[in-house]
């Protein structure tokens, strides 16, 4: 299994208050897999995700990303993943290119092997036109592939995307999925992804989990999940129900 979690659980403290983010999740993740995560707002499933990204340490359980423990071994983790949050990772003031190249720096590439691979990443999602512009010049669909392109740059098995194509307009979403299920077809990486368009899981997954208040309430793919249903919408709804919640912690 490329992820696989026991018990993990994450809790904050808010003054007097315990809020818990995460409540013993069980999760494995196979090799070559397109998983989905979906969740109301509050549900967990960013802290799920800053947790096997080791962005954030959990309160108990284990987990192996890649191969290693996200607590004893989060640079091996580091190492062996692609993390595309959601915001934009590039700087205002720096060349695409450039950034890139100081991505690759950053994971031990010689300044050679950082440009070479540059190249490659920015051939891979059509960004080779834009390479010495900087991304306060680019469209929302630009930079979205420039943040992909800086979790590319170290070849990494697994890849997380949290909320990709958030906010962008329907053609841009179109490219960015287009360039997603290539880069997973040619590459043969995993994907991780949450979303809040439930019809991109829907066409693109081969696997939907839902999290609601912490916990696993749903897992299948989602011609499973919507057995008793018409679209992954209605399943959504009836499983986490219609009330609108404020964000967690």
């Not at 904050?12 to 409540?23: H, I, Q």
């Not at 080791?54 to 062996?80: E, F, M, N, Q, Y």
């Not at 997973?184 to 949450?194: A, C, P």
Request: hydrophobic letters at 40%; aromatic letters at 4%; a neutral charge.
């Amino acid at each position: 299994m490329v992820v696989s979690t026991a018990g993990l659980v994450r809790h904050f403290r808010m003054k007097k208050t315990l809020v818990e983010a995460v409540r013993g999740v069980d999760i494995e993740i196979r090799d070559g897999e397109l998983v989905a995560l979906l969740g109301p707002n509050g549900a967990g499933k960013s802290t799920l995700f800053r947790m096997l990204t080791t962005l954030l340490p959990p309160t108990s359980g284990t987990a192996t990303v890649a191969g290693c423990d996200i607590v004893k071994d989060p640079d091996g983790v580091r190492a062996r993943i692609g993390y595309v949050g959601q915001n934009n990772s590039a700087g205002e003031n720096y060349r695409i290119r450039d950034e890139l190249v100081t991505q690759g720096r950053s994971h031990g590439m010689t300044r050679i092997d950082a440009a070479k691979r540059a190249d490659e990443v920015l051939d891979q999602l059509d960004l080779t036109a834009l390479a010495k512009r900087t991304p306060g010049t680019l469209s929302g669909g630009q930079r979205r592939r420039v943040d992909i392109a800086m979790g590319l740059m170290h070849r990494p098995r697994l890849l997380f995307l949290d909320e990709p194509s958030t906010g962008l307009d329907p053609q841009s979403r179109a490219n960015i999925w287009d360039h997603i299920l290539r880069l997973r077809e040619e590459l043969g990486m995993t994907l991780v992804l949450s979303t809040h368009y439930l019809e991109e899981a829907d066409r693109m997954a081969e696997r939907v989990v839902v999290i609601d208040h912490g916990r696993v309430i749903a897992d299948g793919t989602p011609a499973q999940l919507k057995k008793d249903h018409e679209t992954l919408d209605d399943v959504f709804l009836a499983l986490t129900g219609r009330s609108i919640r404020e964000e967690a912690a």
